[in-house]
């Protein structure tokens, strides 16, 4: 019924305006991806609250957009583990 408070919490998020703090991490990787590994990647996009994993074109990078109110850092190192992405280690800010 229209003019009833929200029934779940996504309707309420929706309707309240509900704002995302995206962050971006940028990963170097222990070896370049290969053609295997890109299912991997595209499974990290099914974590809640992953936006983006974007490989860079030499496939020995990968950068990470994530909602910092849904995930922190320790669970996107965890995605990225659980779904076998070789990261070395986390690259310097730009």
Do not use: C, Q, W
Request: hydrophobic share 50%; glycine share 4%; net charge negative.
């Amino acid at each position: 019924m229209a003019g009833h408070a929200a029934s779940n919490s996504l309707e309420a998020a929706i309707l309240s305006g509900f704002k995302m703090t995206k962050v971006t991490l940028h990963y170097d990787l222990s070896r370049k991806l290969t053609e295997e590994d890109f299912s991997n990647v595209a499974a990290v996009h099914s974590v809640y609250g992953m936006v983006r994993v974007a490989m860079a074109p030499s496939l020995d990078k990968i950068t990470v957009d994530y909602d910092a109110s849904r995930l922190m850092k320790d669970d996107v190192e965890a995605a990225l583990a659980k779904y076998g992405i070789p990261v070395a280690h986390r690259a310097a800010a730009l």
